[in-house]
């Protein structure tokens, strides 16, 4: 059965900002949901309107098969855990814990148990009577999760609840929480910009841009067969090479020098694509163009080289990734080859895959 | 804590439809008939002539004011008002500042000097009068005999100016503290860096202070002086009321006491109603001027 | 400090000890004036050094055998002050929590009317509205009463503005967590609003504990009943003899009373009492 089902919902703040046009999307149970994008393209918008903490101007909100719309975030049966964790600053990590229990009316004993098991899933039990101000950010954000996790909820929302951490703990978290998922089997919808982290959370990735909903899928499909080249650009680091061209008879032009054979019936103004570890480096003559040669970063495991493409008009930056240590001079001259099976096509206009 | 962060409007609230009504109504029933309830009457008896027993009025317009802005009773009041505030406005952020630079330059020994500074906050302004009064009592007040061995002929029951001298010195002495509190506050807030990079730029003690700290002084300064002018206007009736009763003569007597002399004693209802409102209507004004000067805050 | 100047530490050490000698000189000497019998206050003449009368003095004043114009012993006086004081505190308390509260977690019709209505008072000391506003109370039949002392002095938004300051820097997600977690208003306000503004809380109390023990002129206007006498305002009654009748000893225990409690409140909660002053304020 499907758990969570977004059907038609848009946002108009009060002030007339159409933040979110129309949105459909149908979440299964248990699902791992990432909604990525850049700031302000609405993801914190769609995270909050279905906790109900913003209202749904548009369309319905279906959590296991009933429409909730118009419930109170408390009778909603979700948790949420927040990008500055919103602990409550006076009360004991404890007492933080127990308090959405608390006004649920559990019963002490009950209470005390399902803190105690969380707080021992998370490696908290130590920490059970200090107040938040004596906590470490990471520490902080094991309690917010440990706070969501005690409801038992049918939906987890996180809105960027890594962002305030250090890219190592954010790394650890990244993998704890995806291992927390799958032991609890619990359907969370989680927000971030950070697209490796989307990549490596999610079951389907959600890309949205400007409150439109770009494309939905899993991250190797969004990868191998991006819908756009918004969603080619966003996902993959390095970002994708894009290249405007023109599609004929000879193939992909360019330029009046540079023109790529490939047969297809599509005429027009169109986007190439290829993904900066998709290049080959080849001799002169099996090479479809050359790179001038700009920057080298040198990552020891991989060596990334920026240049331009001459075009004749004009001159196109493109990125290169290879692997291992690499040491070529600034100004010469990089022969590439870009294989015809890893390249992505867009139509200009439409901005749609070909 | 900055307070100010905060003034744009929270944007998470309840959705509540008949609870903040029940929530706003004490206040708003205190407010209306302790606040603008008498308001009203004041604007009201200002238009009314009544006589000495109340039992009967007669409307006359702007008579009252008319008769006020000609008596040069009340701009003696005006001119005993303004002489008396900017006194202890002036001498209190004097005294305050210097005790408060002083006090920062310390290491030792800082809380307590602190401690020894701020008790006479929580003195009631008509007691400081009492016990400034004992000690300039002319007849027996050690301060007072010696200025009388030093040919100072000391009457503060006769002479006008030195009733004023002793209203300002109660007034002021009680003022120190919350000013000291304030500058003290201010000067700790000065970044150390910029203090340490003017004294490599070689700049003495004294030069550091007016070119760097005190600049950057200016906006508790500011706070400071009105908050002391809105004292001296309106909290120092105890002072006054305890010691000369606005006397000798009217040389003590600020618009506050004429208010109240006026009304209470004199029983001219309409001109201390009149009276009233121009009070009201300055202190609107410094109202305003005390907005102003949070808002530009805010952009700091 | 950033260099070592002997000579400026000196003066610094030297300033406050004099200011300190300055500020306490006028208790030294009414402390001194307590110890003595009324007898040695005569013209030319006020001891400077302590007397042997201070528990006599001390004793008759607190429980009213000196005369001194009331008919009421200082004890009781003290708690009418006590009394007015607490009320005022308590009250301006109650009811700025209660309307701070809804003027920054809520949005109803007229809220900007209300804040405004509210906020007109802020900076109106009764002082300037003496005359009209004894004539309400006089009308509400509240001469002589404590809530005649006490509700008129309540009517003020200080501490409304300081609370509505302190509540919105409360970091929204906060509010957004305690929905989840199933805490609506009433719980929000005593679960989390109200432990979590406790330092402003009893900052406020001490300002304005000390503000309505000080009150003077208010209550010398609507009491006439000595049974509702506060101790500060009562010094006018002590001091309205001929100058030459005044019982110096007497007036400065009583003096020394009616600063004893609002003084220890400072320096026993100076902290707090700073860092509301001084945090609110600005
Ligand atoms: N209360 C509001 N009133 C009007 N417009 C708003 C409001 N809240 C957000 N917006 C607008 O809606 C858009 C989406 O905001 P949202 O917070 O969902 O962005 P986001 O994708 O979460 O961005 P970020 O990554 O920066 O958090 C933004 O353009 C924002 O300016
Ligand atoms: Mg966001």
Redesign the interface.
Known sequence: MSDVVLNNIGKTYPNGYHAIPSIDLTIEEGEFIVLVGPSGCGKSTLLRMVAGLETISQGDLMIKGAKVNDKEPADRDIAMVFQNYALYPHMTVYANMAYGLKNRGESKEVIAEKVTSVANMLGLEELLERKPKQLSGGQRQRVAMGRAMVRDPKVFLFDEPLSNLDAKLRVQMRVEIRQLQRKLGTTTLYVTHDQVEAMTLADRLVVLNKGKAEQIGSPMALYNKPATPFVAAFIGSPSMNLLPANLDEQGICLSDRLSLPLVHDHRGSIIWGIRPEHLEVVDEANADFALRIQAVESLGAETLIHGTVDLGVKQEPMVVRLAGPHWPEINSLLWLKAPLDHWHVFDAVTQQRL | ???????V??????P??K???L??L???V??????????E??FE?AFYQEDAFGLSREFVGFDNFVYLFNDPQYYKSIWVTLVFSFSVAFSGLA?AL??AV??D???R?KLT????????????????G???W??F?P????IA?WLQYFGVDWNH?LNGDQAMTLVVISAT?KQ???NF??FL?GLQAVPRSL??AA?IDGAS?FKRFWTIVFPLLSPTTF?LLV?NL?YAF??T??VI??TTQGGPGVSTATM?YK??ND??IGLD?GS??AQ?VV??FL?GV??VI?FRYIERKVEY | MIENRPWLTFVSHFSLLLGIGVVALPVWVALVASTHPSSAFGAGEIPLWFGDQALENWRSVFLGEASSGVDVPVWYMMLNSFIMALGITVGKLFISLLSAYAIVFFRFPFRGACFWVIFITLMLPVEVRIVPTYEVVANLDMLNSYSGLILPLIASATATFLFRQCFMTMPGELIEAARIDGAGPIRFFFDILLPMSRTNIAALFVIMFIYGWNQYLWPVIITTDDAYYTLVMSIKRMLAVDQGDIEWNHVMVTTLLAMIPPVAVVIGMQKLFVKGLVDAEK
Not at chain 2, 9 to 14: A, D, H
Not at chain 2, 30 to 39: E, V
Not at chain 2, 139 to 142: N, Y
């Open positions: 804590m900055n307070l100010w962060q905060g003034a409007l929270m944007s998470v609230y309840f509540h439809k609870l903040p009504y929530l706003v004490p206040q708003l205190i407010t209306l008939i302790f606040f603008l309830w008498p308001a009457q004041a008896q005294i210097w005790l002083m006090a330059r310390v290491i020994g000097y602190q401690t020894l500074l701020v008790w006479p906050y929580a003195v009631a302004p008509a007691l400081a009492v016990l400034w004992l000690l009592d007849s027996m007040g050690p005999l029951f002495w120190i503290s919350y509190l304030f506050a203090i340490e004294s003690p706070f908050i809105v309106f909290d009736f105890g009321d305890a506050v208010v109240f009304g209470f209802m201390s109603a009233s009070l009201m202190v410094m109202t005390q």
